[in-house]
T-cell receptor, first 112, second 115 residues
């Protein structure tokens, strides 16, 4: 119930391509869905987040798509660059200032 | 830009020893968290802290763990008697107290190695 399932585990994308990472959840009480980017040896950095009252949120090259009925959300990285190579985690929480439940992460490699 | 800081960056300790991991949250934030990440695995919640008391804790956060805010800036995680399985990256995070702000900001982490 508290799990967030993330796929794929790893992803290789050509430079300039679109990277897509998917997450699914069971707990319908979740109402906040952030994505974090983590470089080796560093802490997770908040990338973009969405609340369930909207179906899409875009910030620069990064877009979250949210499907409330399917209990799924995804991260799209447009025009992927080698500098985007990192591990991406989706997460969810069910009210303000409560613990985040993380997915297992996706290791993205963008190759030139 | 304000950020969460953590010290030390790497701590090596022997099994059974006590360790204290330190964090300085973002100055106007009022919710604090500890998470851990075992190498190659997902980030897991340990404990959250608000108004000088624990607000939530996970089953990982057993009697060997404690948290404290000893002054107006530091937030510490103590592991009383470390075990080999405590080896992990420990991340501190903080969040503002605001009705619609759920954002948690993470520090760079402390790598704890228990030998």
């Amino acid at each position: 119930q508290q799990q967030v399932k993330q796929s794929p585990q790893s992803l290789i994308v050509q430079k300039g391509g679109i990277s897509i990472i998917n997450c699914a959840y069971e707990n319908t009480a979740f109402d906040y869905f952030p994505w974090y980017q983590q470089f080796p040896g560093k802490g997770p950095a908040l990338l973009i987040a969405i609340r369930p009252d909207v179906s899409e949120k875009k910030e620069g090259r990064f877009t979250i798509s949210f499907n409330k009925s399917a209990k799924q959300f995804s991260l799209h990285i447009m025009d992927s660059q080698p500098g985007d190579s990192a591990t991406y985690f989706c997460a969810a929480s069910n009210r303000g200032n409560t613990p985040l439940v993380f997915g297992k992460g996706t290791r993205l490699s963008v190759i030139a | 830009e304000p950020e969460v800081t953590q010290t030390p960056s790497h701590q090596v300790t022997q099994m059974g020893q006590e360790v204290i991991l330190r964090c300085v949250p973002i100055s106007n934030h009022l919710y604090f968290y500890w998470y851990r990440q075992i190498l190659g695995q997902k980030v897991e919640f340990l404990v959250s802290f608000y108004n000088n008391e624990i607000s939530e804790k996970s089953e990982i956060f057993d009697d060997q763990f404690s948290v404290e805010r000893p002054d107006g800036s530091n937030f510490t995680l103590k592991i009383r008697s470390t075990k080999l399985e405590d080896s992990a990256m420990y991340f501190c995070a903080s969040s503002p107290l605001a009705g619609d702000s759920y954002e948690q900001y993470f520090g760079p982490g402390t790598r704890l190695t228990v030998t």
